[in-house]
């Protein structure tokens, strides 16, 4: 899970994270983004564009806007969890 938290970063911000995190990661299988707060300035356009940027992603699953991380209720995945996803039906299950 990345960590984008609400104090300032912007999406420019979050589209350097997600490059750092996708070096370091060895395969990843998916990609899990919760909502980004309103002062980071993310819009689905903005997304896009940034997930775009990164030829792994158009291979794996990518699902955002999702309820967890810094949000209510506060659920947290941790880092290397297996979980099993169901794109069509938006279903995750820890």
Not at 31 to 58: A, C, H, N, W
């Amino acid at each position: 899970m990345l960590e984008f938290a609400d104090d300032g970063e912007t999406w420019l911000d979050f589209s350097r994270l997600l490059a750092q995190v996708l070096q370091l990661a060895k395969r990843p299988r998916a990609l899990l983004l919760g909502r980004f707060p309103k002062i980071s300035q993310m819009t689905e356009q903005r997304l896009l564009y940034v997930l775009d940027k990164f030829p792994i992603l158009k291979g794996i699953p990518v699902m955002y806007d999702l309820d967890f991380g810094h949000t209510q209720p506060i659920f947290t995945i941790p880092l290397g969890q297996e979980v099993w996803l169901d794109t069509d039906e938006l279903v995750i299950k820890v």
